[in-house]
């Protein structure tokens, strides 16, 4: 049982790139998010998804998207990456308890700087 | 949006000493959960307490919906427990929203 894993760990890229965080989860959850985290600001989320094929938007999705073809995988898609999408990124999976988030878990993030 | 304010942003301890972290949130709530973020960056989730108290071993945790604050108590705390402390919260009182909003953390230095 891997819990939730996520690669890379590290990842440099130049403004405008593109790439795919990948995410992914082994507890047979339905909920699954993610969450960036930047210095004295605590964890924003970005986007979530409450089973396979629904996403929605977070407090912070622009400049991101998601899509959750299993209930396994949820990666994060950065469109044109800038330097304010430089920061910490975690993938949470999520037990629901009577329809609620219940215990969150989450990987061991991903560190990304755009220059 | 549900404001998470937690106190003291900072704080160092002798190891053996005991130490209560606050978060006072802004609104009604479904759901209270207290994170540990250790020095390397991992996030552990130590508590879902949306009312009421729980204990594990030397941390114990007491959420007082009715006046919207939680408290998370560390006793004879360990070089082990350094790292930040969130609390997170869901908002609102029917149907779940899905969204945690984190507070900005408690970071606790512990030396020995």
């Known amino acids: 049982n891997a819990g939730v894993t996520q690669t890379p760990k590290f990842q440099v890229l130049k403004t405008g790139q593109s790439m795919t965080l990948q995410c992914a989860q082994d507890?047979?959850?339905?909920?699954m998010s993610w969450y960036r985290q930047d210095p004295g600001m605590g964890l924003r989320l970005i986007h979530y998804?409450?089973?396979?094929?629904?996403?929605d938007q977070g407090e912070v999705p622009n400049g991101y998207n998601v899509s959750r073809s299993t209930t396994e995988d949820f990666p994060l898609r950065l469109l044109s990456a800038a330097p304010s999408q430089t920061s910490v990124y975690f993938c949470?999976?999520?037990?629901?308890?009577?329809?609620?988030?219940?215990?969150?878990?989450f990987g061991p993030g991903t560190r990304l700087t755009v220059t | 949006g549900i404001q998470v304010e937690q106190s003291p942003p900072d704080l160092i301890l002798q190891e053996g000493a005991n130490s209560t972290l606050r978060c006072n949130f802004s609104?009604?709530?479904?759901?209270l959960q207290w994170f540990h973020q250790n020095p390397w960056g991992q996030l552990i989730n130590l508590f879902y307490?949306?009312?009421g108290t729980k204990q594990n071993g030397r941390l114990s945790a007491t959420t007082v919906a009715t006046e919207r604050y939680s408290l998370l108590y560390i006793s004879s705390s360990q070089t082990t427990d350094s790292g930040v402390y969130f609390c997170?919260?869901?908002?609102?009182?029917?149907?779940?929203?899905?969204?945690?909003?984190f507070g900005k953390g408690t970071k606790l230095s512990v030396i020995p």
């Open positions: 949470a999976s999520t037990r629901l308890l009577g329809g609620f988030p219940y215990e969150q878990y």
């Open positions: 998804s409450v089973g396979a094929g629904i996403t």
């Open positions: 997170a919260v869901e908002p609102g009182s029917g149907a779940g929203s899905y969204q945690l909003t």
């Open positions: 307490i949306p009312s």
């Open positions: 507890m047979n959850h339905e909920y």
């Open positions: 609104d009604s709530v479904n759901n």
